[in-house]
């Protein structure tokens, strides 16, 4: 079955520093590949998305690109903030659009 | 538009009580789904239903059941609750079942402890 594979957190990194989640998956057919965010008390919201092989999703300074060579997703920003501080998790969307998700990786940006 | 609802927002139950978790949606999506998240397992599905009328069971389905009650409303009824479904509960949605480029939509979460 598919499966995604989450960098462990929890991540903490003070304010500016630069950001690297690592998410690879594996799955049958040609999945499309998402981040979504939690922030504390709140449910998922997508972050970014790309749907096929090299696509690049981008979003409020947060990047992604979609390898299928290394069968990864890894989420990357540049300089974080104090309001980054959320879970954030991998997801792949498969046949028939059944979503599995990562474990979540916790950051805590810190002033 | 509201987007996607869950009632209640919190809630504890004795071992053996049942009730009801409802979900809403306003955007005329086809499919709905339940997900329950346990810290450090990420999210798991329970239950979806790709269109209105039908139901299937996810991941995780046993002591759950569901229901479809129209194209808006996905309900989620524990019969029998036990310590282990004590978690946060999650309803989503998304527009066409069979699209695996779409995003879902996430409700803001049932928290519930069960005693």
């Known amino acids: 079955g598919n499966s995604v594979t989450q960098m462990e957190g929890p991540v903490t990194l003070s304010e500016e520093a630069f950001l690297t989640i690592n998410c690879t998956y594996t799955?049958?057919?040609?999945?499309?590949l998402f981040w979504y965010v939690q922030y504390p008390g709140e449910g998922l919201q997508l972050l970014l998305k790309?749907?096929?092989?090299?696509d690049k999703g981008s979003n409020k300074g947060f990047e992604a690109t979609y390898r299928k060579e290394t069968t990864s997703f890894h989420l990357e920003k540049g300089s974080v903030q104090v309001s980054d501080s959320a879970v954030y998790f991998c997801?792949?969307?498969?046949?028939?659009?059944?979503?599995?998700f990562g474990d979540g990786t916790t950051l805590t940006v810190k002033p | 538009n509201a987007g996607v609802t869950q009632t209640p927002k919190f809630q504890v139950l004795k071992t053996g009580q049942s009730m009801t978790l409802q979900c809403a949606q306003d955007?005329?999506?086809?499919?709905m789904y339940w997900y329950r998240q346990d810290p450090g397992m990420g999210l798991r599905l329970i239950y979806y239903?790709?269109?209105?009328?039908?139901?299937d069971k996810g991941e995780v389905p046993n002591g759950y059941n569901v229901s479809r009650l129209n194209k808006r409303e996905f309900s989620l009824r524990l019969e029998s609750a036990a310590p282990s479904q004590t978690s946060v509960y999650f309803c989503?949605?998304?527009?066409?079942?069979?699209?695996?480029?779409?995003?879902?939509?996430f409700g803001p979460g049932t928290r519930l402890l069960v005693l």
């Open positions: 989503a949605s998304r527009f066409k079942p069979g699209q695996n480029t779409e995003t879902q939509y």
């Open positions: 799955a049958t057919g040609y999945p499309s």
């Open positions: 790309a749907t096929k092989a090299d």
């Open positions: 997801a792949l969307s498969g046949n028939a659009g059944k979503s599995t």
């Open positions: 955007m005329n999506h086809n499919s």
């Open positions: 239903s790709a269109s209105e009328g039908t139901t």
